[in-house]
């Protein structure tokens, strides 16, 4: 439904250079929400997304990123309220 962002693939790498071995990149379908859950985020200072992002005025909690889905177990929709 979403079209591929431009670039974010190039963000993502210059920004894992200039972080240098301690990055984690996740791209394309390793980009996943249990990737994400899964992580051992105690250190971590710094999390960058280049990712849709989707707004619910009505109902903010359930704003989200946009991931990639590991049906059926993940919707790919990492809404606020999972955060």
């Known amino acids: ?3 591929p962002l431009p670039f974010t693939r190039v963000e993502l790498r ?8 301690g ?4 791209t394309g379908a390793a980009a996943t929400e249990a990737a994400l859950r899964d992580a051992d985020l105690s250190s971590v ?6 990712t849709h992002g ?3 005025e009505e109902r903010p909690e359930r704003s989200a990123l946009i991931l990639s889905a590991q049906l059926p177990q993940d919707d790919g929709v990492l809404q606020m309220r999972e955060i």
């Open 1 to 3: 439904m979403l079209k």
């Open 45 to 50: 200072s710094i999390l960058h997304f280049a």
């Open 14 to 21: 210059a920004i894992g250079r200039l972080y240098g071995a």
């Open 23 to 26: 990055a984690r990149v996740l």
């Open 54 to 56: 989707l707004i619910d």
